[in-house]
C-alpha cells in the first residue's frame, strides 16, 4: 500500500507561483507513474500533469509552459511547480501514482471526465488564486 500526502497549498493572487509537493511511503516511487489532478466540487476531475518512470511528461493544454511536474526519487516526494498562476487554476490539487506506465498517457487520467480512481490517491491540498 503506498501512502501520498501533499502539501504546498495556499492562497495566492493572480500572476504567483506556489509549489505543491506530494510525499509518498510505502512503495518506492521510481516505477510508477505519477500525477497531479485537480478539481472544483461538483466539476469534473481535470489531468493536470504526468509523468512515467522514464521522465516522460505529459500537461493538459491549459497549464502547458506554466507548470512543470517533478520527481525527486532520492526523497520519494513528486512536486508540480505552479508559474503565473490564474483564477481558473483555482482547486484542489491531488496526486496519484500508478504501476502502470500506461496510465500516464491513457484514457484512465486523461479522458475527460474520468472518474477512474485506480492506484493510490492523495486527499487533496488546496490552491486558491485570488485576482
Known amino acids: 500500500q503506498m501512502q501520498l500526502e501533499e502539501s504546498g497549498g495556499g492562497s495566492v493572487q493572480a500572476g504567483g507561483s506556489l509549489t505543491l ?3 509518498t511511503s510505502g512503495y518506492h516511487f521510481t516505477d510508477y507513474c505519477m500525477g497531479w489532478f485537480r478539481q472544483i466540487p461538483g466539476k469534473e476531475r481535470e489531468a493536470v500533469a504526468t509523468v512515467d518512470r522514464g521522465q516522460n511528461r505529459r500537461y493538459a493544454g491549459s497549464v502547458q509552459g506554466r ?3 517533478s520527481k525527486d526519487n532520492a ?5 508540480l511547480q505552479m508559474k ?9 490539487y491531488t496526486c496519484a501514482a500508478h504501476s502502470s506506465t500506461k496510465t500516464c498517457t491513457g484514457p484512465q487520467w486523461w479522458a475527460p471526465g474520468s472518474t477512474d ?3 493510490y490517491w492523495g486527499q487533496g491540498t488546496q490552491v486558491t488564486v485570488s485576482s
Do not use: E, M, P
Request: charged share 25%.
Open 21 to 23: 509537493a506530494c510525499k
Open 75 to 79: 526523497k520519494d516526494t513528486l512536486y
Open 117 to 119: 480512481r485506480s492506484g
Open 84 to 92: 503565473n498562476l490564474t483564477v481558473d487554476d483555482t482547486a484542489i
Open 67 to 69: 507548470f512543470t511536474i
